[in-house]
């Protein structure tokens, strides 16, 4: 079968949404399909997404027998057998709107009229789709909330997940994922200042910018965590992804409000460790089970360090998590196979 993979980018970001794409492209490789990887930039500036939205709708794609869409706006591509991979609506103008800091641009009638004709327009393409996937159950409700729309949560596993198994329980909680402020590594380091234990924190990943990190190294300076918080803003290769999480007490994934549990809550899990996050970090509570393969806490320095110094003094407990973390992946069918079953049924 030829197939197209449809999805937009911002130039020079790479996250999680461009993984779900390569990596589904190479496992349909593996099953003998043609594959193309049809990236297109995007912007999300209210004057310049429904020039770029028109610009899809009249790309062709009618040589491909089935074209699978993932990141937003890439839904409006038209083909007959189009079939989505929801990751997430372009939120400023959906969940996010009452929220200026996300927003980015005033609440009034010109902004509210956009919002109305986005509405419209993406619901109008979502329509046209013969099956509509999601990544989460949290994208699902939005979807039939903003959009009428029914769909099916899919979950998106990692590549080659064997690569991530267990070494051991050092002394480390670590958190790896953009250094971004919505990611909160803030709140990890203000946590470990709080604990009674001689629990360590690793921060590892890549920042669109250097304040956040700056602040981070500040913070760290500041409460005298030198000697117990390590921060490496780089991107982290996967030998060493696998390696932080094959040997580390627990892992920590607590973004704001996530669309789904996060690559690194996955990974953490495949390599049977207890994952700590947050109560309001959104699809993230649909992996993680409170007191079972992990814990969830209130977003507070001291609920987080309540948290880590109970795995750090209990390591039978971390270990029980983590084996639970593993058997998890199954309860949810998190696997390729399950995937291309249901995308190419």
């Not at 996967?238 to 549990?261: H, M, N, R, T």
Request: proline share 4%; net charge negative.
């Amino acid at each position: 079968m030829k197939i197209a993979l449809v999805s937009t980018f911002v130039p020079f970001i790479y996250g999680g949404a461009r993984n779900i794409v390569e990596w589904l492209q190479a496992l349909l490789e593996q099953e003998g399909h043609q594959v193309e990887r049809v990236y297109l930039p995007e912007s999300d500036a209210p004057d310049l997404l429904f020039q770029q939205m028109a610009a899809f709708r009249w790309i062709d794609l009618s040589s491909a027998d089935r074209v699978i869409c993932f990141r937003p706006q890439a839904h409006v591509i038209q083909h007959p057998h189009k079939i989505l991979w929801f990751i997430h609506h372009i939120r400023s103008f959906y969940d996010l709107w009452d929220n200026p800091l996300y927003r980015g641009f005033p609440d009034d009638e010109r902004h509210r009229a956009f919002r109305s004709t986005l509405h419209e327009v993406d619901t109008a393409a979502l329509r046209e789709a013969k099956r509509v996937f999601t990544n989460s159950q949290v994208v699902s409700q939005r979807l039939a909330r903003y959009n009428g729309i029914a769909s099916e949560v899919l979950y998106p596993p990692v590549f080659e997940s064997e690569r991530f198994v267990c070494n051991g329980y050092n002394d480390e909680i670590v958190c790896i994922c953009r250094v971004e402020h919505h990611k909160r590594q803030h709140l990890l380091v203000e946590a470990i200042a709080l604990t009674k234990t001689q629990v360590r924190l690793r921060l590892c990943g890549s920042s669109s910018g250097m304040g956040y990190p700056a602040e981070l190294e500040r913070r760290i300076d500041d409460l005298g965590l030198r000697d117990r918080v390590t921060l490496e803003c780089r991107w982290i290769s996967e030998e060493e992804k696998a390696a932080y999480f094959g040997a580390c007490l627990a892992a920590a994934y607590l973004p704001v409000d996530e669309d789904s549990y996060g690559y690194p809550s996955v990974e953490a899990s495949h390599a049977s460790k207890a994952i700590i996050s947050t109560s309001d970090s959104g699809g993230v509570l649909e992996l993680v089970q409170n007191g079972v393969n992990g814990f969830i806490s209130e977003p507070t320095p001291q609920g987080l360090a309540d948290c880590m110094d109970r795995l750090y003094s209990d390591k039978a407990l971390a270990m029980t998590m983590g084996t639970n973390a593993l058997a998890r992946l199954g309860e949810m069918q998190i696997s390729w196979s399950h995937v291309l079953q249901r995308l190419l049924a």
